[in-house]
Nanobody, 125 residues
Framework: EVQLVESGGGLVQAGGSLRLSCAASGFTFDDYAIGWFRQAPGKEREGVSCISSADGNTYYGDSVKGRFTISSDNAKNTVYLQMDSLRPEDTAVYYC??????????????????WGQGTQVTVSS
C-alpha cells in the first residue's frame, strides 16, 4: 500500500520556523521525486518545492525561495521541508506528493501520482 505521511505542521508566529516531514512507503522511493504543495482557503493549490533523489534536482516557488529548504534522507525514504522566516501568507494545508520528475519544464515538476493526507501550517501575525 502506497503511503505518504506528513508531519510537523502546527501554529507558529510570524518569523518562526517549522520542519515538515514526508515519510514514504509502498513504492520505490528512487523512482519518484517528492513535491510539497500547499492550499490556502479559497485559493488554488500551489507547488512549493520538490526534490529528486535520483539526480539531486530541486525546485522552489518564488514565494518561498530563500526561506524554505527541501532535503531528502533516502535511507529513511523521507523528505523534509525546513520552513524559516514564516509569514502569515504561508498559512495553508501542506501536502507532499510523489511526482515523476522535478526541476524541469513548466511547471517544473510532474503530475502527482500519490498524495499524502496533508498537515496544517498556521502562521500568526
Amino acid at each position: 500500500e502506497v503511503q505518504l505521511v506528513e508531519s510537523g505542521g502546527g501554529l507558529v508566529q510570524a518569523g518562526g520556523s517549522l520542519r515538515l516531514s514526508c515519510a514514504a512507503s509502498g513504492f520505490t522511493f528512487d523512482d519518484y521525486a517528492i513535491g510539497w504543495f500547499r492550499q490556502a482557503p479559497g485559493k488554488e493549490r500551489e507547488g512549493v518545492s520538490c526534490i529528486s533523489s535520483a539526480d539531486g534536482n530541486t525546485y522552489y516557488g518564488d514565494s518561498v525561495k530563500g526561506r524554505f529548504t527541501i532535503s531528502s534522507d533516502n535511507a529513511k525514504n523521507t523528505v523534509y521541508l525546513q520552513m524559516d522566516s514564516l509569514r502569515p501568507e504561508d498559512t495553508a494545508v501542506y501536502y507532499c506528493a510523489a511526482v515523476n520528475f522535478c526541476g524541469m519544464g513548466v511547471p517544473p515538476y510532474g503530475i502527482p501520482d500519490y498524495w499524502g493526507q496533508g498537515t496544517q501550517v498556521t502562521v500568526s501575525s
